[in-house]
């Protein structure tokens, strides 16, 4: 991304040009550094990044703070207590990760006074998103797509997930302009979704409800809430990892709690037949799961040069997960597949400067264990008891794997990279 030059004065840097830092006031200079941070959190970028990024700019304006970032505050060292409060609930751009990355990229190598990041920080925020919220919901009907048919769904089922993913799109889309009801929103697409489930099985012919239910709301699986909080607990940054690994676990809760309010009032509808699917062959199943790779490209409001990782690490966990279930049986080994699929999402980072999350994220998407469990809440709300609470306990075991597989990956390959402090100027 190029960054532009902005009217700000004689001050304002021209960009290309290595300029010597301003003595800007420094209560100027901490309160950019906190809207420097609360943007980067909003991009989803793990807090060490943020805490890195804040300090290189601190120095190349002059000071040298170091900032303490949490999922909800952002702190500075030194001077008067500068605090600033910042949604919990943060939301991927890659374009605009990316734009911020550069701005900080400027300020570090001398090439932006505080006027000009300024300037830039404002027009990056005042950017309207890649996609609209018409098209993110599109996105998640087609999703649902790849994800029916990696799970051995049919055409039948393919058709009532879309459906619900459309549904689920629109609560997620309308969740987002209201704080209190986005953290409901898994819930409440839950809910409405296994209601939609049962109520599609009224007017379509029969069809495997869990593969339909699960394939239309697995976006709402909080993947990226593990991808960052996995990396910040990597990374020393145990105090925001903790919160967001356990804001995951909610999410996960409030999936099944929605899922058993459907189930409940799904009791006052006539009984409705159900068919086994039978699963689509496998050349066709990988190139919907390629397709569903570029389609996750529009959720996380990327750019069209994303869409091959977001394809390869849908493809690699896909990849990865059936050969281990061929050779151990079962399920596999998701604690290897997410192993092998961090370290790929770690070394793009460190290599190419992909961001974390267009490879692991899709990658987490295949491997979750959502699917396991929503069937098993159908099941056991159904009068199933035997085994179900097994299951449960494996949806758990899973997760973890999941979680210590992607650990080990980042411990590896270490993804972060400091930016150097000879290039971050002059410390007052």
């Known amino acids: 991304m190029q960054l532009h030059p902005t009217a700000g004065g004689a001050g304002q840097s021209q960009l290309g040009r290595v300029i010597s830092p301003e003595d800007a006031p420094p209560s100027e200079v901490r309160r950019f550094l906190l809207e420097l941070a609360d943007a980067l959190h909003g991009a989803s970028v793990p807090t060490p990044d943020i805490e890195d990024r804040v300090h290189a700019a601190s120095r190349a304006l002059g000071l040298s703070l170091d900032a303490f970032v949490l999922p909800s505050a952002v702190f500075l060292s030194q001077g008067p207590p500068a605090l600033r409060r910042m949604d919990f609930e943060s939301h991927w751009s ?14 570090v190598q001398g090439r932006l006074d505080l006027a000009g990041a300024r300037a830039e920080l404002a027009r990056i925020m005042a950017q309207p998103w890649r996609f609209s919220r018409a098209q993110v919901v599109v996105a998640y009907g087609l999703y649902s797509v790849a994800v029916t048919a990696r799970i051995g769904g049919n055409w039948r089922e393919i058709a009532a997930s879309v459906l619900i993913g459309l549904l689920a799109g629109l609560i997620h889309v309308g969740a987002a302009l209201n704080r209190p009801v986005d953290l409901l929103k898994s819930f409440l697409a839950a ?18 409800f869990a593969l339909s239910l699960f394939g239309g709301v697995t976006l709402l699986v909080p993947a990226m809430l593990l991808t960052i909080g996995t990396w910040e607990m990597a990374d020393q940054g145990v105090e925001a990892g903790l919160n967001r690994l356990a804001y995951a676990m909610l999410r996960f809760l409030l999936i099944g709690i929605g899922l058993a309010g459907a189930a409940n009032v799904v009791h006052l509808f006539p009984h409705v037949l159900e068919r086994a699917a039978t699963p689509l062959p496998w050349p066709v199943v990988t190139l919907l799961v390629a397709m569903g790779g570029v389609v ?30 061929a050779v151990l049986g079962g399920d596999g080994s998701p604690l290897l597949a997410s192993l092998i699929v961090g370290l790929a999402g770690a070394l793009a980072y460190r290599f190419w ?16 264990p959502g699917f396991i469990g929503t069937r098993a809440v159908l099941r056991l709300l159904g009068g199933g008891r035997s085994g179900e609470l097994a299951t449960f306990f494996q949806v758990v075991t899973t997760s973890l794997e999941l979680t210590i597989g992607l650990m080990l990956a980042l411990v590896i390959v270490r993804p972060r990279v400091t930016p150097s402090s000879e290039s971050a100027g002059p410390v007052a």
């Open 94 to 107: 890659l374009r605009r990760m990316e734009a911020l990355r550069s701005l900080c990229d400027a300020l």
């Open 191 to 208: 809910l409405a979704g296994g209601l939609a489930t049962y109520a599609l099985a009224l007017v379509l012919p029969p069809f495997e």
């Open 296 to 325: 996750l490209t529009i959720c996380l409001q990327g750019r069209a040069r994303d869409a091959p990782w977001t394809a390869a690490g849908a493809l690699l966990a896909f990849g990865v997960s059936a050969a281990t279930k």
């Open 353 to 368: 400067g992909q961001a974390l999350g267009t490879v692991v994220v899709p990658g987490l998407l295949q491997l979750a």
